[in-house]
């Protein structure tokens, strides 16, 4: 058997609202209190993404986001359509809820899952190329 270890590439992200972290809704219930307390306010987006080779590495990147008033019809609906359930915050910018992003500070795919700029400059200061992976 060749021994080729390969690196492993891990991210996850949490909102954070008034210093309290919001991770994945555990009910509707907790998804439509996430999308309420969310309205007509500010938040901050923390992405990690750790790479595991001989070495370990890891970036933080924070972004804030902005949303706008929303009713509670828009929490119902957004609820109803299921994307909630498996966000943290209760939502994902590249969804429906993107109708609900009134700012955006930092980088939008961070706030997806994986801050694609900062971690291809990871992988390049790591020698790992695409041909690698």
Same mark, same amino acid.
């Given at each position: 058997?060749?021994?080729?270890?390969?690196?492993? *590439?891990?991210?996850?992200?949490?909102?954070? *609202?008034?210093? &309290?972290?919001?991770?994945?809704?555990?009910? +509707?219930?907790? /998804?439509?209190?996430? @999308?309420?307390?969310?309205?007509? +306010?500010?938040?901050?987006?923390?992405?990690?993404?750790? #790479? %595991?080779?001989?070495?370990?590495? $890891? @970036?933080?990147? #924070?972004? #804030?986001?902005?949303? +706008?008033? @929303?009713?509670?019809?828009? !929490?119902?609906?957004? !609820?109803?359509?299921?994307?909630?359930?498996?966000?943290?915050?209760?939502?994902? $910018?590249?969804?429906?809820?993107? !109708?609900? &992003?009134?700012? *955006?500070?930092?980088?939008?795919? /961070? %706030?997806?899952? *994986?801050? @694609?700029?900062?971690?291809?400059?990871?992988?390049?200061?790591?020698?790992?190329?695409?041909?690698? #992976?």
């Amino acid at each position: 058997m060749v021994n080729d270890v390969r690196p492993i *590439l891990a991210a996850d992200t949490i909102i954070v *609202l008034d210093g &309290v972290i919001l991770g994945k809704p555990v009910d +509707r219930k907790d /998804s439509l209190d996430m @999308l309420n307390a969310l309205s007509g +306010r500010d938040h901050q987006v923390y992405t990690a993404v750790a #790479l %595991v080779q001989s070495t370990e590495q $890891i @970036l933080i990147s #924070l972004n #804030l986001v902005g949303f +706008r008033q @929303l009713t509670p019809e828009d !929490c119902e609906s957004y !609820c109803d359509s299921g994307e909630a359930s498996d966000k943290a915050g209760g939502y994902g $910018i590249q969804g429906l809820a993107a !109708c609900f &992003v009134t700012k *955006l500070v930092g980088s939008y795919s /961070s %706030v997806v899952g *994986l801050p @694609l700029h900062d971690t291809a400059k990871m992988l390049s200061q790591s020698d790992i190329t695409t041909t690698t #992976l």
